[in-house]
Protein backbone atom coordinates (compact mmCIF):
# COMPACT_ATOMS: atom_id res chain seq x y z
CA UNK A 1 0.00 0.00 0.00
CA UNK A 2 1.42 3.31 -0.94
CA UNK A 3 1.82 6.06 1.56
CA UNK A 4 -0.94 8.01 0.84
CA UNK A 5 -3.23 5.37 1.31
CA UNK A 6 -1.60 4.65 4.46
CA UNK A 7 -2.84 8.01 5.27
CA UNK A 8 -6.07 7.97 4.66
CA UNK A 9 -6.77 4.50 6.18
CA UNK A 10 -4.85 5.13 9.36
CA UNK A 11 -5.49 9.00 10.29
CA UNK A 12 -8.05 8.44 12.99
CA UNK A 13 -8.71 9.72 16.27
CA UNK A 14 -5.78 8.30 18.73
CA UNK A 15 -4.53 8.25 21.78
CA UNK A 16 -0.78 9.20 22.67
CA UNK A 17 -0.52 6.55 25.25
CA UNK A 18 1.78 8.46 27.69
CA UNK A 19 -0.80 6.24 30.15
CA UNK A 20 -2.78 2.80 30.00
CA UNK A 21 -5.39 3.20 30.50
CA UNK A 22 -5.80 6.65 28.77
CA UNK A 23 -7.25 9.41 31.02
CA UNK A 24 -10.88 9.22 29.39
CA UNK A 25 -11.24 5.83 29.67
CA UNK A 26 -10.47 5.23 33.39
CA UNK A 27 -12.83 3.56 35.83
CA UNK A 28 -13.50 6.83 38.02
CA UNK A 29 -16.15 5.10 39.91
CA UNK A 30 -14.02 2.46 41.44
CA UNK A 31 -11.36 4.84 42.70
CA UNK A 32 -11.10 6.68 46.12
CA UNK A 33 -8.20 8.87 47.77
CA UNK A 34 -7.48 6.30 50.40
CA UNK A 35 -6.85 3.55 47.81
CA UNK A 36 -4.70 5.86 46.04
CA UNK A 37 -2.27 6.28 49.25
CA UNK A 38 -2.47 3.11 50.34
CA UNK A 39 -1.08 2.64 46.51
CA UNK A 40 1.19 5.30 46.58
CA UNK A 41 2.84 4.12 50.41
CA UNK A 42 3.14 0.62 49.21
CA UNK A 43 5.05 1.59 45.57
CA UNK A 44 7.04 3.79 47.57
CA UNK A 45 8.26 1.07 50.33
CA UNK A 46 8.94 -1.32 47.32
CA UNK A 47 11.40 0.70 45.37
CA UNK A 48 12.20 3.99 47.47
CA UNK A 49 16.28 2.84 46.97
CA UNK A 50 15.72 3.75 42.99
CA UNK A 51 14.42 7.20 43.85
CA UNK A 52 11.12 8.40 42.76
CA UNK A 53 9.71 11.25 39.96
CA UNK A 54 8.79 14.36 40.58
CA UNK A 55 6.29 16.32 38.17
CA UNK A 56 5.49 20.16 39.39
CA UNK A 57 2.93 21.85 36.96
CA UNK A 58 2.95 25.45 37.17
CA UNK A 59 -0.32 27.00 35.16
CA UNK A 60 0.47 30.81 34.69
CA UNK A 61 1.06 32.07 31.40
CA UNK A 62 0.76 35.72 30.64
CA UNK A 63 -0.80 35.05 26.98
CA UNK A 64 -2.56 32.19 25.63
CA UNK A 65 -0.75 30.19 22.90
CA UNK A 66 -3.74 29.32 21.04
CA UNK A 67 -2.12 26.03 19.32
CA UNK A 68 -1.72 24.90 23.32
CA UNK A 69 -3.49 21.63 24.82
CA UNK A 70 -2.40 22.24 28.29
CA UNK A 71 -3.63 22.99 31.24
CA UNK A 72 -3.21 26.75 31.84
CA UNK A 73 -4.53 30.37 33.59
CA UNK A 74 -3.82 33.22 31.56
CA UNK A 75 -2.98 36.45 34.12
CA UNK A 76 -0.70 38.90 34.52
CA UNK A 77 -0.83 39.44 37.73
CA UNK A 78 2.34 37.94 39.41
CA UNK A 79 0.95 37.82 43.27
CA UNK A 80 -0.13 34.60 42.24
CA UNK A 81 2.94 33.11 42.56
CA UNK A 82 3.53 33.05 46.53
CA UNK A 83 0.18 31.25 47.12
CA UNK A 84 0.55 28.75 44.36
CA UNK A 85 4.45 28.03 45.56
CA UNK A 86 2.90 27.38 49.30
CA UNK A 87 0.03 25.01 48.40
CA UNK A 88 3.08 23.50 46.59
CA UNK A 89 4.67 22.96 49.42
CA UNK A 90 1.92 22.15 51.63
CA UNK A 91 0.80 19.31 49.07
CA UNK A 92 4.83 17.97 49.04
CA UNK A 93 4.66 17.48 52.61
CA UNK A 94 1.32 15.64 52.81
CA UNK A 95 2.59 13.53 50.60
CA UNK A 96 6.03 13.23 52.49
CA UNK A 97 4.18 12.18 55.38
CA UNK A 98 2.30 9.13 53.56
CA UNK A 99 5.25 8.33 52.64
CA UNK A 100 7.08 8.45 55.98
CA UNK A 101 10.41 9.63 55.44
CA UNK A 102 12.10 11.92 52.99
CA UNK A 103 12.39 10.52 49.72
CA UNK A 104 15.46 10.03 47.21
CA UNK A 105 14.35 12.22 43.92
CA UNK A 106 15.28 10.50 40.56
CA UNK A 107 13.33 12.76 38.17
CA UNK A 108 12.09 16.63 38.57
CA UNK A 109 10.62 18.13 35.95
CA UNK A 110 8.82 21.47 35.69
CA UNK A 111 6.03 21.87 33.20
CA UNK A 112 3.60 23.99 32.45
CA UNK A 113 1.92 26.22 31.53
CA UNK A 114 5.09 28.47 31.68
CA UNK A 115 7.37 27.76 34.66
CA UNK A 116 9.46 30.84 34.13
CA UNK A 117 6.26 32.77 34.17
CA UNK A 118 7.49 32.37 38.37
CA UNK A 119 10.43 34.99 38.88
CA UNK A 120 13.85 33.51 39.54
CA UNK A 121 13.69 34.00 43.48
CA UNK A 122 10.14 32.35 43.89
CA UNK A 123 11.51 29.21 41.90
CA UNK A 124 14.30 29.43 43.97
CA UNK A 125 11.99 29.55 46.99
CA UNK A 126 9.90 26.60 45.59
CA UNK A 127 12.86 23.87 44.77
CA UNK A 128 14.53 24.68 47.72
CA UNK A 129 11.43 24.11 49.95
CA UNK A 130 10.86 20.72 48.06
CA UNK A 131 14.79 19.68 48.57
CA UNK A 132 13.95 20.32 52.57
CA UNK A 133 12.25 17.04 52.57
CA UNK A 134 13.56 15.00 49.85
CA UNK A 135 17.31 14.42 48.64
CA UNK A 136 18.16 13.84 45.43
CA UNK A 137 19.72 10.70 43.97
CA UNK A 138 23.59 10.45 42.53
CA UNK A 139 22.08 10.24 39.17
CA UNK A 140 18.94 12.71 39.40
CA UNK A 141 17.89 14.60 36.73
CA UNK A 142 16.14 17.99 36.92
CA UNK A 143 14.86 19.68 33.91
CA UNK A 144 11.79 22.59 33.41
CA UNK A 145 10.50 24.10 30.09
CA UNK A 146 11.33 27.99 29.26
CA UNK A 147 9.74 30.16 27.01
CA UNK A 148 12.21 32.12 24.72
CA UNK A 149 10.29 35.07 25.28
CA UNK A 150 10.70 35.74 29.05
CA UNK A 151 13.46 33.47 30.26
CA UNK A 152 16.55 35.10 32.12
CA UNK A 153 19.94 34.48 32.74
CA UNK A 154 18.79 34.78 36.47
CA UNK A 155 16.70 32.11 35.59
CA UNK A 156 19.14 29.62 34.11
CA UNK A 157 21.38 30.20 36.76
CA UNK A 158 19.02 29.89 39.64
CA UNK A 159 17.58 26.52 38.12
CA UNK A 160 21.27 25.48 37.68
CA UNK A 161 22.52 26.47 41.06
CA UNK A 162 19.57 24.16 42.45
CA UNK A 163 20.87 21.31 40.55
CA UNK A 164 19.21 21.51 36.83
CA UNK A 165 21.48 20.39 33.93
CA UNK A 166 18.19 20.32 30.94
CA UNK A 167 15.78 22.83 29.76
CA UNK A 168 13.70 22.65 27.11
CA UNK A 169 12.77 25.79 24.63
CA UNK A 170 9.21 26.11 23.07
CA UNK A 171 9.29 27.39 19.80
CA UNK A 172 6.95 25.71 17.52
CA UNK A 173 7.92 27.67 14.64
CA UNK A 174 9.94 30.94 13.45
CA UNK A 175 7.40 31.79 10.63
CA UNK A 176 6.04 35.22 11.48
CA UNK A 177 2.46 34.17 10.08
CA UNK A 178 1.91 31.36 11.88
CA UNK A 179 3.49 32.93 14.93
CA UNK A 180 0.82 35.74 14.57
CA UNK A 181 -1.83 32.89 14.53
CA UNK A 182 -0.95 30.96 17.36
CA UNK A 183 0.09 33.88 19.41
CA UNK A 184 3.74 32.36 20.07
CA UNK A 185 6.50 34.65 19.56
CA UNK A 186 10.24 34.21 19.40
CA UNK A 187 13.08 35.14 16.79
CA UNK A 188 15.81 32.69 16.19
CA UNK A 189 18.53 35.04 17.79
CA UNK A 190 16.23 35.16 21.33
CA UNK A 191 16.73 31.53 21.16
CA UNK A 192 20.40 31.13 19.93
CA UNK A 193 21.03 33.30 22.56
CA UNK A 194 19.85 31.56 25.46
CA UNK A 195 20.85 27.85 24.05
CA UNK A 196 24.42 29.15 24.42
CA UNK A 197 23.92 31.30 27.59
CA UNK A 198 22.37 27.65 28.80
CA UNK A 199 25.29 25.81 27.62
CA UNK A 200 27.96 28.54 28.80
CA UNK A 201 26.03 27.90 32.49
CA UNK A 202 26.96 24.29 32.29
CA UNK A 203 23.64 23.09 30.84
CA UNK A 204 24.17 18.98 29.48
CA UNK A 205 21.06 18.86 27.27
CA UNK A 206 18.89 21.38 25.40
CA UNK A 207 15.37 20.18 23.97
CA UNK A 208 13.69 22.50 21.35
CA UNK A 209 9.70 21.66 20.50
CA UNK A 210 8.56 22.29 16.93
CA UNK A 211 5.02 21.10 15.65
CA UNK A 212 3.83 20.52 12.66
CA UNK A 213 0.47 21.11 10.98
CA UNK A 214 0.09 24.28 12.40
CA UNK A 215 -2.65 26.65 10.61
CA UNK A 216 -0.70 28.64 7.87
CA UNK A 217 1.92 26.26 8.08
CA UNK A 218 4.20 25.87 4.75
CA UNK A 219 7.01 23.33 3.65
CA UNK A 220 8.96 26.48 2.75
CA UNK A 221 8.31 28.03 6.17
CA UNK A 222 9.07 25.24 8.32
CA UNK A 223 11.89 24.00 6.64
CA UNK A 224 13.49 27.99 7.04
CA UNK A 225 12.29 27.29 10.74
CA UNK A 226 13.86 24.01 10.57
CA UNK A 227 17.45 25.50 8.97
CA UNK A 228 17.51 28.07 11.95
CA UNK A 229 17.32 24.69 14.57
CA UNK A 230 19.98 22.91 12.90
CA UNK A 231 22.41 25.70 13.14
CA UNK A 232 21.63 26.54 16.66
CA UNK A 233 21.99 22.65 17.25
CA UNK A 234 20.29 21.58 20.34
CA UNK A 235 20.76 18.01 21.66
CA UNK A 236 17.23 17.08 21.62
CA UNK A 237 13.88 18.06 19.21
CA UNK A 238 10.43 17.26 20.38
CA UNK A 239 8.53 16.93 16.67
CA UNK A 240 4.90 17.12 17.27
CA UNK A 241 2.02 16.49 15.69
CA UNK A 242 -0.16 19.63 16.16
CA UNK A 243 -3.62 18.05 18.04
CA UNK A 244 -6.62 20.11 16.94
CA UNK A 245 -9.20 19.94 19.75
CA UNK A 246 -11.16 22.80 19.37
CA UNK A 247 -13.84 21.26 21.98
CA UNK A 248 -11.65 21.01 24.65
CA UNK A 249 -9.10 24.32 23.91
CA UNK A 250 -11.57 27.20 22.34
CA UNK A 251 -7.96 29.39 22.13
CA UNK A 252 -7.94 26.73 19.20
CA UNK A 253 -11.31 28.65 17.57
CA UNK A 254 -9.58 31.40 16.61
CA UNK A 255 -8.75 29.63 13.06
CA UNK A 256 -10.66 26.85 11.59
CA UNK A 257 -9.83 23.55 9.68
CA UNK A 258 -9.57 25.57 6.26
CA UNK A 259 -6.20 27.53 8.01
CA UNK A 260 -5.17 24.33 8.78
CA UNK A 261 -2.84 22.19 6.48
CA UNK A 262 -4.60 19.10 5.63
CA UNK A 263 -3.73 15.70 6.33
CA UNK A 264 -1.89 15.00 3.12
CA UNK A 265 -0.32 18.11 3.43
CA UNK A 266 0.19 17.15 6.87
CA UNK A 267 2.24 14.57 5.98
CA UNK A 268 4.60 15.94 4.16
CA UNK A 269 4.83 18.37 6.46
CA UNK A 270 6.47 15.33 8.84
CA UNK A 271 8.44 13.69 6.20
CA UNK A 272 10.27 16.94 5.89
CA UNK A 273 10.65 17.62 9.26
CA UNK A 274 11.77 13.96 10.01
CA UNK A 275 14.31 13.62 6.54
CA UNK A 276 16.28 16.94 7.54
CA UNK A 277 16.56 15.70 11.28
CA UNK A 278 17.91 12.46 10.78
CA UNK A 279 20.29 14.00 7.28
CA UNK A 280 21.28 16.39 10.48
CA UNK A 281 23.02 13.05 12.57
CA UNK A 282 19.24 13.60 15.13
CA UNK A 283 18.41 9.79 16.02
CA UNK A 284 14.54 8.97 15.92
CA UNK A 285 13.79 7.82 19.55
CA UNK A 286 10.01 6.33 19.79
CA UNK A 287 7.43 9.01 18.77
CA UNK A 288 7.86 12.67 17.99
CA UNK A 289 11.35 12.42 19.79
CA UNK A 290 14.78 13.29 18.22
CA UNK A 291 18.37 13.34 20.21
CA UNK A 292 21.82 13.12 18.91
CA UNK A 293 23.90 10.42 19.57
CA UNK A 294 25.76 11.96 23.06
CA UNK A 295 22.59 12.23 24.64
CA UNK A 296 21.14 10.50 27.16
CA UNK A 297 17.71 10.10 25.55
CA UNK A 298 19.58 7.99 22.76
CA UNK A 299 21.86 6.41 25.30
CA UNK A 300 19.31 4.71 26.87
CA UNK A 301 17.34 3.18 23.52
CA UNK A 302 20.44 2.07 22.72
CA UNK A 303 20.60 0.15 26.29
CA UNK A 304 16.90 -0.97 26.06
CA UNK A 305 16.29 1.98 29.15
CA UNK A 306 13.82 4.26 27.67
CA UNK A 307 10.86 4.94 29.63
CA UNK A 308 7.61 6.59 28.88
CA UNK A 309 5.11 8.46 31.13
CA UNK A 310 2.68 11.32 31.62
CA UNK A 311 6.10 13.44 31.23
CA UNK A 312 6.84 11.96 27.81
CA UNK A 313 9.99 9.97 27.43
CA UNK A 314 12.80 9.64 29.58
CA UNK A 315 16.17 7.72 30.09
CA UNK A 316 15.13 6.85 33.62
CA UNK A 317 12.83 4.83 35.30
CA UNK A 318 10.79 5.44 38.29
CA UNK A 319 8.22 3.11 39.84
CA UNK A 320 6.60 6.25 41.67
CA UNK A 321 6.04 9.07 40.04
CA UNK A 322 3.88 12.15 41.84
CA UNK A 323 2.29 15.18 40.54
CA UNK A 324 2.02 18.29 42.43
CA UNK A 325 -0.25 21.66 41.52
CA UNK A 326 -3.49 21.81 39.20
CA UNK A 327 -4.02 19.26 37.03
CA UNK A 328 -0.82 17.14 37.62
CA UNK A 329 -1.18 13.12 37.46
CA UNK A 330 0.86 10.94 39.59
CA UNK A 331 1.66 6.93 38.53
CA UNK A 332 2.34 4.01 41.23
CA UNK A 333 2.36 1.80 39.27
CA UNK A 334 -1.04 0.10 39.76
CA UNK A 335 -2.62 3.36 40.26
CA UNK A 336 -3.43 6.68 38.63
CA UNK A 337 -4.28 10.03 40.49
CA UNK A 338 -4.91 13.34 38.93
CA UNK A 339 -5.69 16.77 40.39
CA UNK A 340 -8.31 19.06 40.38
CA UNK A 341 -8.23 21.03 36.85
CA UNK A 342 -8.79 24.43 38.31
CA UNK A 343 -6.44 26.75 40.24
CA UNK A 344 -9.05 27.71 42.58
CA UNK A 345 -10.02 24.02 43.36
CA UNK A 346 -6.87 23.13 43.34
CA UNK A 347 -5.92 25.57 46.19
CA UNK A 348 -8.81 24.57 48.29
CA UNK A 349 -8.57 21.74 48.98
CA UNK A 350 -4.70 22.16 49.62
CA UNK A 351 -5.76 24.64 51.94
CA UNK A 352 -8.03 22.97 53.88
CA UNK A 353 -5.49 20.09 54.55
CA UNK A 354 -6.91 17.61 52.12
CA UNK A 355 -5.48 16.50 48.70
CA UNK A 356 -6.69 18.15 45.95
CA UNK A 357 -7.14 14.44 43.63
CA UNK A 358 -10.27 15.06 41.60
CA UNK A 359 -10.32 11.32 40.01
CA UNK A 360 -8.13 8.09 38.94
CA UNK A 361 -7.97 4.32 38.44
CA UNK A 362 -6.69 1.45 39.99
CA UNK A 363 -5.19 -0.94 37.15
CA UNK A 364 -6.05 -4.60 37.06
CA UNK A 365 -4.02 -7.52 36.33
CA UNK A 366 -5.38 -7.65 32.46
CA UNK A 367 -4.68 -3.08 32.14
CA UNK A 368 -1.11 -3.86 33.59
CA UNK A 369 -0.27 -6.95 31.03
CA UNK A 370 -1.77 -4.45 28.16
CA UNK A 371 0.27 -1.01 29.57
CA UNK A 372 3.84 -3.18 29.68
CA UNK A 373 2.64 -4.11 25.89
CA UNK A 374 1.92 -0.69 24.74
CA UNK A 375 5.00 0.97 26.78
CA UNK A 376 7.54 -1.81 24.71
CA UNK A 377 5.51 -0.58 21.71
CA UNK A 378 5.90 3.24 22.08
CA UNK A 379 9.45 2.91 23.52
CA UNK A 380 11.31 0.37 21.80
CA UNK A 381 9.26 -0.62 18.65
CA UNK A 382 8.36 -3.97 19.41
CA UNK A 383 6.93 -6.42 21.98
CA UNK A 384 8.18 -9.57 23.42
CA UNK A 385 4.83 -11.36 24.58
CA UNK A 386 4.69 -14.16 26.96
CA UNK A 387 1.13 -14.44 26.88
CA UNK A 388 -0.39 -15.57 23.85
CA UNK A 389 -1.76 -12.65 22.09
CA UNK A 390 -5.29 -13.22 22.14
CA UNK A 391 -7.52 -13.33 19.28
CA UNK A 392 -9.19 -10.55 19.29
CA UNK A 393 -5.81 -8.33 19.50
CA UNK A 394 -4.75 -10.84 16.89
CA UNK A 395 -7.52 -9.58 14.08
CA UNK A 396 -7.04 -5.99 14.83
CA UNK A 397 -3.14 -7.05 13.92
CA UNK A 398 -3.88 -8.66 10.29
CA UNK A 399 -4.41 -5.73 8.80
CA UNK A 400 -1.39 -3.62 10.01
CA UNK A 401 0.92 -6.81 9.50
CA UNK A 402 -0.65 -6.77 5.94
CA UNK A 403 0.37 -3.33 5.17
CA UNK A 404 3.91 -3.70 6.23
CA UNK A 405 3.55 -1.55 9.34
CA UNK A 406 4.07 -4.42 11.53
CA UNK A 407 6.20 -8.04 11.61
CA UNK A 408 4.92 -11.10 13.63
CA UNK A 409 6.63 -14.12 14.88
CA UNK A 410 5.95 -16.57 17.90
CA UNK A 411 4.55 -13.66 19.27
CA UNK A 412 7.11 -11.08 18.78
CA UNK A 413 5.89 -7.75 16.95
CA UNK A 414 8.66 -5.22 15.38
CA UNK A 415 7.59 -2.14 14.25
CA UNK A 416 8.82 -1.90 10.70
CA UNK A 417 9.94 1.43 9.68
CA UNK A 418 6.42 2.25 7.55
CA UNK A 419 4.51 1.63 11.06
CA UNK A 420 6.55 3.84 12.87
CA UNK A 421 4.62 7.35 11.97
CA UNK A 422 1.68 5.01 13.40
CA UNK A 423 2.58 4.03 16.50
CA UNK A 424 -0.50 5.52 18.02
CA UNK A 425 -2.75 3.20 15.54
CA UNK A 426 -0.29 -0.16 16.64
CA UNK A 427 -0.94 0.49 20.17
CA UNK A 428 -4.80 0.89 19.55
CA UNK A 429 -4.99 -2.84 18.63
CA UNK A 430 -4.29 -3.51 22.38
CA UNK A 431 -6.31 -1.07 23.87
CA UNK A 432 -9.00 -3.55 24.88
CA UNK A 433 -10.49 -0.67 27.21
CA UNK A 434 -10.87 1.74 23.81
CA UNK A 435 -12.57 -0.96 21.98
CA UNK A 436 -15.27 -1.80 25.06
CA UNK A 437 -16.14 2.16 25.73
CA UNK A 438 -15.91 3.37 22.16
CA UNK A 439 -16.49 6.94 22.15
CA UNK A 440 -19.87 9.12 21.38
CA UNK A 441 -17.76 12.07 20.71
CA UNK A 442 -13.80 12.50 19.95
CA UNK A 443 -11.75 12.74 22.92
CA UNK A 444 -8.38 12.12 20.58
CA UNK A 445 -6.64 14.41 18.14
CA UNK A 446 -5.95 12.59 14.87
CA UNK A 447 -2.95 9.86 14.56
CA UNK A 448 -1.36 11.87 12.07
Known sequence: MDTLALLKKYNVAAPRYT??????L???????????????????????????????????????CTYCGCNTRITKNHKVENPYIEALLKEWQMYVNVLGEKPKIKELHLGGGTP??????????????????????VDSEFSFEAHPDNTSEAHLQTLYNLGFRRLSLGIQDFDEKVQRMINRYQTPLQVELITKLARKIGYQSVNFDLIYGLPFQT??????????????????????????????????????????????????????GKSKLLEAGFEEIGMDHFAKKTDSLFIALEQNNLHRNFMGYTNQYTALLIGLGVSSISDSQNAFAQNAKTVESYLEKINNN??????????????????????????????????????????????????GLIGLSENKLIVNNAGKPFLRNICMAFDERLWEKTPATQMFSNAI
Open 26 to 64: WDVDKFDTKQWLFSVKNCFDNSKNDGISLYIHLPFCESL
Open 219 to 272: LNGLEKTLNHVMRINPDRIAFYSYAHVPWLKPGQRRYTEQDLPNSEMKFELYNL
Open 116 to 137: TFFSAENLSKLIEGILENSEPT
Open 354 to 403: SFAIEKGHILTDRDLKIRKQITEIMCNGKGNFIDEISKPVHHKLVPLIND
Open 19 to 24: SYPTVP
